[in-house]
């Protein structure tokens, strides 16, 4: 008969859990058993470690550094550079003082790399606040997986009405937002900026204005709710219809323009198609026929200036921070022409407007975070539905926007110019019309462009 009796092997060798076919002594099985139970103890210490991440705060930043949107990008550095320094420290609010760490990243004007970037800020990095900028190739996406992940979502320079509309909200209807919020000039600032620098008498026109378009968020958006305001105040707009971008022929919509008598020439092209379409309408004899020349989008920065050459000069554009504001940012302290001064010695290149708007975007970040649990999403929220602070481009007021999560910002009037002799730039940027914010000085009278 088989005996009942176990064998002491039998009694005392256990299997590893987990592990096929691994066997141990009772001995060994004991000494692990203490080992695992150390390893709790050691867990509980971990915890603890994490448990920590609740002192850290984690923003993340997308914008364009690279790629044809790559001019927005440029004083990303040093923004960034003095953002980290001013919260070096850490912030401190409820009686408690975090660690702040600022993860940006380069969407290399890609709609679905920035979509991306932002999934994995917030899904890999666990951030507490996303900020990002730059046209809406840019911030819709990275707005969009914030929306969508309920992370709250802070957002400048593109005009609102990009933002809102061309994510789905629809007028007169509630907004469809919880997580997102945006602060920008929109089609009101744009007329009334261009309304007034093209009324007020410096240059005499036929007042007939060629618009130029893209099919994209911004051209959509501009084309049904501009236009509309423009020729109401006396202007007739003629619209030879959407392009794509990346267009590398624009012979028939110059011919149009022509035909049409245009003087006032105006649209949101991105940088390398204005330059290739500028150079056109030099070529067919277009460029001298026009008296103003009101670009947006592009004109933005000395480099994409510089690259036109002489066909630069007295190209009027809009400007949403200047050295000249006279607003300081809230985070560091510092004025706008600080701003632009350090930018130039650090960098050795010439200021550009969007060192304000990033500026200003922390400005907006930093305050918030100081304003709210910043741990909490939901009381960031909150607070943002009736936040204010002075930026360094303004005042941003979510509580008073043309629509929920919107605030706007001003346009001001402004001119590319040759720079005087002696200056180690080529072009200047100065400030011809202040109608959208009558604390900015005026700087010089509007040139015509030919």
Not at 98 to 119: F, G, H
Request: glycine fraction near 10%; include cysteine; charged fraction near 20%.
């Amino acid at each position: 008969m088989p005996s009942n009796k176990r064998t002491e092997s039998q009694l005392t060798d256990r299997k590893i859990p987990g592990v096929a076919g691994a066997v141990v002594s009772r001995r060994e099985f004991v000494k692990r058993a203490a080992a695992g139970a150390g390893g709790l103890a050691l867990a509980g210490k971990v915890s603890s470690a994490f448990a920590q991440a609740s002192d850290l705060i984690k923003i993340g930043f997308v914008s364009p550094r690279t790629g044809p949107l790559g001019g927005f990008g440029e004083g990303d550095p040093y923004v960034l550079g003095l953002a980290r320094k001013a919260l070096a420290n850490g912030l401190t609010t409820g009686g408690k003082t975090y660690k702040v760490e600022i993860i940006d990243r380069d969407s290399q004007s890609d709609p679905s790399r920035a979509s991306q970037l932002a999934k994995a800020l917030i899904n890999s990095d666990n951030i507490d606040l996303m900020l990002t900028t730059s046209t809406p190739e840019v911030v819709n996406p990275v707005a969009d997986a914030c929306e969508a992940a309920g992370v709250p979502c802070v957002s400048t320079i593109l005009p609102w009405e990009s933002w809102y509309f061309g994510r789905g909200g629809k007028p007169g209807q509630p907004s469809p937002f919880k997580w997102t919020y945006h602060f920008s000039f929109g089609v009101a600032e744009f007329a009334k900026a261009y309304i007034s620098e093209w009324s007020n008498g410096a240059v005499p026109t036929n007042k007939k204005v060629g618009v130029m378009y893209p099919n994209d968020a911004d051209g959509n958006a501009l084309r049904e709710h501009m236009v509309p305001i423009i020729e109401k105040a006396g202007f007739t707009v003629f619209d030879p219809g959407g392009y794509e971008d990346g267009t590398t022929d624009y012979s028939a919509q110059i011919a149009k323009y022509k035909a049409a008598k245009v003087q006032i020439f105006t649209g949101v092209p991105i940088p390398p198609d204005f330059a290739v379409f500028w150079r056109q309408s030099a070529q067919l004899g277009f460029a001298k026929t026009i008296k103003i020349q009101s670009i947006a989008k592009t004109g933005l920065f000395p480099s994409q200036m510089e690259a036109l050459g002489s066909l630069a000069y007295n190209i009027a554009s809009l400007c949403y921070w200047h050295p000249t504001f006279p607003y300081k940012s809230p985070l560091t302290g510092g004025t706008s022409k600080e701003l632009a001064d350090g930018y130039e010695r650090s960098s050795g290149r010439q200021w550009n407007q969007q060192l304000g708007g990033t500026q200003s975007l922390f400005d907006v970040g930093g305050e918030l975070l100081k304003a709210a649990d910043p741990k909490n999403k939901q009381a960031l929220i909150d607070k943002l539905n009736t936040f204010k602070v002075t930026t360094a481009v303004g005042v941003v007021d979510f509580a008073h926007g043309p629509v929920p999560h919107v605030s706007t910002t001003p346009l001001i009037g402004a001119q590319w110019i040759k720079a005087k002799r002696g200056s180690k730039y080529k072009l200047d940027l100065v400030i011809v019309d202040n109608a959208d914010d009558r604390n900015v000085p005026i700087g010089a009278k509007l040139q015509p462009y030919s």
